[in-house]
């Protein structure tokens, strides 16, 4: 078994009972900044949304899991005025990309003070559930436009390779604060 797998595999486990094995502190984030580095080169117009939210939780390397009934689990940071200010956990269900693509990473961008605040206030926070997330993608301009009309919750999916995944969606996932 992969060693990522059994991380996912021990990492869904623990975040049920409330603790987390979990990645450094500078790991996280070096890899978050990687991450927003590959979005940026995929969809430019990004840096100014991001600049413009209250909070912006990246997960950078969410890994898949295909034993059992599946699902993926990452962890991330959350950056508030481009400062990190905690670090969360997700668990959601299998999304099926394809491992030539790269890793897959999830950027959650809370646009209003209160949507940021409800978010850390809730304990086991479940996207489509506490807040709605609209999805964001690319349309045939390359700009970055919503599904629907956006609400306070944003959402990005995409693989470091392959760039926006529009087909994904965040629905399902949880999201957990984790302790240092």
């Known amino acids: 078994m ?10 869904l ?3 049920q009972s409330g603790a987390c094995l979990a990645d450094a502190r500078d790991l996280i984030e070096r890899r978050a900044d990687a991450a927003l580095g590959a979005l940026y080169g995929h969809a430019p117009g990004t840096a100014a949304l991001l600049k413009r939210a209250a ?5 950078p390397d969410i890994e898949e899991i295909a034993f059992g009934s599946g699902g993926q689990y990452g962890e991330g940071v959350l950056f508030i005025g481009g400062q ?3 670090y969360y956990a997700t668990v959601g269900p299998q999304h099926g990309v394809d491992a030539d693509q790269g890793p897959k990473a999830q950027v959650v961008l809370f646009m209003t003070r209160q949507a940021l605040v409800d978010f850390r206030n809730t304990v086991r926070w479940e996207a489509g559930v506490h807040n709605r997330v609209s999805p964001l993608r690319l349309d045939s301009r390359g700009r970055v436009v919503a599904e629907r009309a956006p609400g306070p919750v944003l959402g990005f999916t995409f693989a470091h390779r392959a760039g926006l995944l529009n087909h994904l969606k965040l629905a399902g ?3 957990n604060r984790i302790a240092r």
């Open 2 to 11: 992969r060693k990522g797998a059994l991380r996912v595999f021990f990492g």
């Open 13 to 15: 486990m623990l975040l």
């Open 55 to 59: 909070g912006v939780l990246v997960f």
């Open 84 to 86: 990190p200010k905690a």
């Open 173 to 175: 996932n949880t999201i």
